[in-house]
């Protein structure tokens, strides 16, 4: 299982950024897609989620900024994000599940400045 993230860089505060995670070894349109982040000292936390069949779950931080979609036809994972905080500075990880193991994508960093 490989998840390729990218996308990420600086933006300013309440501007807007999209991140993509190209994924490959899994059976794509049958996976839950996530989106999480990190900053330093503290746990990943869930942003996003969609299930294979569109249901989608969002963290309270984001919910009405962030979207998640995916397209099955080309097996990718994205994240609109709005009206970026500064709070959003983090660095941002695809992941899929499968059976009992996480896969992980290498990381991509979102510096929203003020």
């Known amino acids: 299982v490989q998840l390729q993230a990218s996308g990420g860089g600086l933006a300013l505060t309440g501007g807007s950024l999209t991140l993509s995670c190209a994924a490959s070894g899994i059976v794509f349109s049958w996976s839950i897609m996530n989106w999480y982040r990190q900053v330093p000292e503290n746990e990943r936390e869930l942003v996003a989620r969609?299930?294979?069949?569109?249901?989608?779950t969002y963290a309270d931080s984001v919910k009405g900024r962030f979207t998640i979609s995916r397209d099955n036809a080309n097996n990718t994972v994205s994240l609109q994000m709005n009206d970026l905080k500064p709070e959003d500075t983090a660095i941002y990880y695809c992941?899929?599940?499968?059976?009992?193991?996480?896969?992980w994508g290498k990381g991509t960093l979102v510096t929203v400045s003020s």
């Open positions: 969609i299930t294979g069949g569109g249901k989608l």
């Open positions: 992941n899929t599940r499968r059976g009992t193991i996480d896969y």
